[in-house]
């Protein structure tokens, strides 16, 4: 067995417990020499306590920015398989449906021209490919075309979007998420293939404000799927939830956010103009409950994760909007965001932080947007937009 | 000045990057700046810089790199990040 020889006592400690480990998995892989070299790097990296990693640099295909991410060994005579060990990011199908041909089809092409080692699926949704020489690249490139994937984004562009499972197989979506990141993903390649921008640009797709891909923490324009009518209720399945056991006034009724729900023994309603969209009570019963009929998406901008600087939450830029095909609106405000922050951003910032540097008003008021009140994060909170009509009104 | 063909642009852009080389990294944006002072805004707009970024990108005389951010560099730049 390739592993007999391999000395890595460290790494070996990551094995014990209940829970799986990323060494069993890449000790499965052992016989290929980079998945070797990438354990004895590793141990040496737990014993000298510093990655010996390094990244950046000039790797990619021809006419890409992106896609592919350089990093070498700090240490090549000592580690010769992984001197280059290139990560790719390719981009992943609409909500991470894959068949079985295609998963087996992604992983012979990554076994001939890389390590053979697999992450399914980075944070932003791709899948990531790691390992593989600098020679390598244009091949395997060629392969993923071939086969009808193609390499995602890295870098200061557009990064891969990504969005739930959607209509696919879940009820509770208010809008096609699976077409709107395709349509996206396909509208905007140059993006994704070229970058322009300060700093990365992530768009994520969530059906409903349960918001399963995280797009409200984790993008630059979150598109969550929601409703402007009625909840719609089956007061039969109420009936039945509440002869199952659930009680109704503490489960739904007390934990509703706007306390819009009422319980009389026998039937709920809810008063539909103070409900926030929260998704609580539908998610409690699901059988009795679902979002009204008309359906379209909240758009929120600014989210990021904490790299540089902290994590920020999304704003609300448009409440409602309808996601007919063609997402015209959706790519207007998407381009307006870029030309304003394109040129005056600095280097590394996200919009979100760029947005908190000029203030919300004057950004608003380059894009062409109207400040609404569904724009204030904290109730009874200075939102520092002053109405002119208000003031010229007072003025006079 | 009248509008420029794409490929003047483009030169412009390369004869920028490669007096720059070694003293400042240059981003699309600083590029695409560059051309519509050089040129004027009435002569050169955002779309015809991004096509002069492509055709020196799609030919080779430039290429992308990566030092914390993504810049347009000449390819013989090959520098490494640690
Ligand atoms: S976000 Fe909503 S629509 Fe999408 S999978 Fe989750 S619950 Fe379903
Ligand atoms: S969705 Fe949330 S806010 Fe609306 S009625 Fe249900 S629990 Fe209340």
Redesign the interface.
């Given at each position: 067995m390739a592993t007999k020889d391999l000395k890595i006592p460290l790494l070996e400690e990551l094995e014990k417990g209940p829970w799986p480990s990323f060494v069993t998995e890449i000790k499965k892989s052992a016989d290929n020499p980079m998945a070797r070299d990438t354990l004895r790097q590793l141990e040496k990296s737990y014993e000298d306590k510093i990655s010996h990693w390094?990244?950046?640099?000039?790797v990619?295909v021809?006419?890409?920015?992106?896609g592919v991410?350089?990093r070498?060994s700090?240490s090549p005579e000592e580690f010769p398989e992984v001197k280059e060990f290139h990560t790719y990011r390719v981009n992943q199908p609409s909500g991470w449906f894959y068949n079985t041909e295609a998963l087996r089809t992604l992983c012979d092409i990554w076994e001939k021209h890389g390590s053979g080692l697999t992450n399914m699926h980075g944070s932003t949704g791709d899948m990531i490919f790691l390992g593989s020489t600098t020679e390598a690249i244009e091949p395997c490139f060629a392969d993923l075309t071939e086969a009808g994937f193609d390499l995602g984004g890295?870098?200061?562009?557009v990064r891969t979007p990504s969005c739930c499972v959607g209509p696919g197989r879940c009820e509770w979506a208010c809008y096609d998420t699976l077409d709107a990141c395709y349509d996206i993903t396909q509208e905007f390649q140059?993006e994704l293939h070229?970058?322009?921008?300060?700093?990365k640009f992530k768009f994520k797709f969530s059906g409903c404000p349960n918001d399963c891909v995280a797009s409200i923490a984790r993008s630059d324009m979150s598109v969550i799927g929601t409703w402007k009518d009625n909840i719609q209720i089956n007061q039969d399945e109420v009936a039945n939830y509440a002869k199952n056991g659930v009680d109704i006034e503490a489960e739904i009724c007390e934990l509703c956010p706007t306390k819009c729900i009422s319980w009389n023994g026998k039937t709920i309603s809810i008063d539909n103009s103070n409900c926030v969209k929260c998704m609580h009570c539908i998610n409690v019963m699901p059988k009795a409950l679902s979002p009204g009929k008309e359906r379209g998406a909240t758009i929120l901008i600014g989210a990021k994760a904490p790299i540089i600087g902290g994590a920020l939450l999304a704003t609300v830029f448009v409440p409602f909007l309808e996601m007919e095909e063609g997402y015209e609106d959706l790519k207007e405000l998407a381009e307006a965001l870029w030309?304003f922050w394109?040129?005056y951003g600095k280097?590394?910032e996200r919009i979100g932080e760029f947005i908190q540097r000029v203030g919300l008003a004057n950004f608003l008021d380059e894009i062409g947007l109207e400040p609404i009140p569904e724009m204030i994060a904290h109730p009874r909170t200075n939102p520092y937009i002053f109405f002119e009509d208000e003031l010229e009104e007072e003025d006079e | 000045m009248s509008t420029p063909e794409i490929e003047e642009v483009a030169e412009a852009m390369l004869e920028l990057v490669t007096v720059t080389k070694g003293k400042k990294n240059l981003k699309a944006m600083d590029l695409t700046k560059a051309m519509i002072e050089k040129f004027g805004d009435e002569n050169v707009d955002k779309k015809l810089c991004k096509k002069a970024i492509r055709s020196l990108i799609d030919s080779g005389r430039c290429v992308y790199s990566y030092f914390g951010g993504s810049y347009i560099t000449l390819p013989s730049e090959e520098t490494q990040e640690g």
């Open positions: 390094k990244h950046g640099g000039l990619g021809m006419g890409y920015g992106g991410i350089g070498y700090d890295s870098g200061s562009d140059d070229r970058p322009a921008f300060p700093y030309d394109g040129e280097n590394r | -």
